[in-house]
């Protein structure tokens, strides 16, 4: 079988790296010739092929790119694949990529779908063979897709390692604002708070505990990825930031009025995540 994966990073790349040697034979496509030269060095793929060949021999596609490009991408993918091959998307938003091709004549052979997994690096040397073992894939409107093509992704997130669950798209954009792309912005923002007032990097290098390492470590995410992440979720992000911002101000008012009861009241609510995490 040929596995063909568009974008050959951190999610792609890693992908590559964990199917390899399953009768398989990756092939990577991708804009960046040295990320393509990359990528064969790493063996994250056995071949590099131009975009229009690698589709017409493609069985299984797997499209790794940023969510707006992936998009801008998705229709031309299934306009020129096999009538049998099959598109699975690796995007972080569902809603938009979903309703692009929902009328699509090809839209059976399409699975959408976000394995949750990731680094805060990007680009071939950050892939790594174990990056989906044991993480949460969710495939959104599986009854559009047939019964072939979701059985084919799913034996992919098997040799993968990774536990499916299945959701609507827009509950998934909905959920995935709060998890994963609210603690994004938060690691940008303290990144950014933390540069404006600490002018002195070095001070920032001596002083930091692991607290602050491990909570702005996401700050260090690719802009390039992030960013249309961040725009094509905006309406359930704007709700998400609006809550957070609640409790920011919260927190502000009950240290301003060195109310330390509230804090601790605000500091005992937010502990119930350890109900939820261990």
Same mark, same amino acid.
């Given at each position: 079988?040929?596995?063909?994966?568009?974008?050959?990073? =951190?999610?792609?790349?890693s992908?590559g790296?964990a199917?390899?040697?399953f009768?398989?034979?990756?092939?990577?496509?991708?804009?960046?010739? #040295? !990320?393509n /030269?990359?990528?064969?060095?790493?063996? $994250?793929?056995?071949?590099? @092929?131009?975009?229009?060949?690698?589709?017409?021999?493609?069985?299984l596609?797997i499209?790794?790119?940023p969510?707006?490009?992936?998009?801008?991408?998705i229709?031309?993918?299934?306009?020129?694949?096999?009538?049998?091959?099959?598109?699975?998307?690796?995007?972080?938003?569902?809603q938009?990529?979903?309703?692009v091709?929902?009328?699509?004549?090809?839209?059976?052979?399409?699975?959408?779908?976000?394995?949750?997994a990731?680094? #805060?690096?990007?680009g071939?040397?950050a892939?790594?063979?174990n990056?989906?073992?044991?993480?949460v894939?969710?495939?959104?409107?599986?009854e559009?897709?047939?019964? #072939?093509?979701?059985?084919?992704? =799913?034996? @992919?997130? /098997?040799i993968?390692?990774?536990?499916?669950?299945? @959701?609507?798209s827009?509950e998934?954009d909905k959920?995935?604002?709060?998890?994963?792309q609210?603690?994004?912005?938060?690691s940008?923002? $303290?990144?950014?708070?933390?540069?404006?007032?600490?002018?002195?990097? /070095?001070?920032?290098?001596?002083?930091?505990?692991?607290g602050?390492?491990?909570?702005?470590?996401?700050? !260090?995410?690719?802009?390039? @990825?992030?960013?249309?992440?961040l725009?094509?979720?905006? #309406?359930?992000?704007?709700?998400?930031?609006?809550t957070?911002?609640?409790?920011?101000?919260?927190?502000?008012?009950?240290?301003?009025?060195?109310d330390?009861?509230?804090?601790?009241?605000?500091?005992?609510?937010?502990n119930?995540?350890k109900?939820?995490?261990?």
């Open positions: 079988m040929n596995i063909v994966i568009i974008g050959v990073g =951190l999610i792609g790349g992908a790296l199917l390899r040697g009768l398989t034979t990756i092939i990577g496509v991708g804009r960046n010739p #040295e !990320k /030269k990359r990528a064969m060095e790493l063996g $994250l793929v056995d071949k590099i @092929m131009p975009y229009d060949e690698a589709l017409k021999i493609g069985d596609i499209i790794a790119i969510v707006d490009s992936a998009e801008n991408l229709t031309d993918v299934l306009n020129k694949i096999k009538s049998d091959a099959v598109v699975v998307d690796m995007s972080s938003t569902k938009r990529i979903c309703e091709i929902r009328n699509h004549p090809r839209r059976r052979n399409f699975v959408a779908s976000h394995p949750i990731g680094t #805060e690096y990007s071939p040397d892939a790594i063979p990056l989906f073992t044991d993480k894939s969710i495939i959104c409107e599986k559009l897709s047939s019964k #072939e093509a979701l059985a084919k992704v =799913l034996e @992919m997130y /098997k993968l390692k990774m536990n499916v669950i299945y @959701m609507n827009k998934h959920h995935i604002a709060y998890v994963s609210l603690s994004h912005i938060s940008f923002v $303290l990144s950014l708070t933390v540069f404006e007032i600490e002018k002195d990097e /070095k001070n920032i290098f001596n002083l930091a505990g692991s602050f390492a491990s909570t702005v470590r996401l700050a !260090k995410s690719s802009p390039d @990825m992030w960013a249309p992440i725009e094509q979720n905006s #309406e359930h992000l704007s709700k998400a930031l609006t957070y911002m609640n409790y920011l101000n919260k927190f502000k008012t009950s240290i301003e009025e060195k330390k009861s509230k804090l601790h009241e605000l500091i005992t609510e937010a119930i995540i109900k939820v995490l261990k």
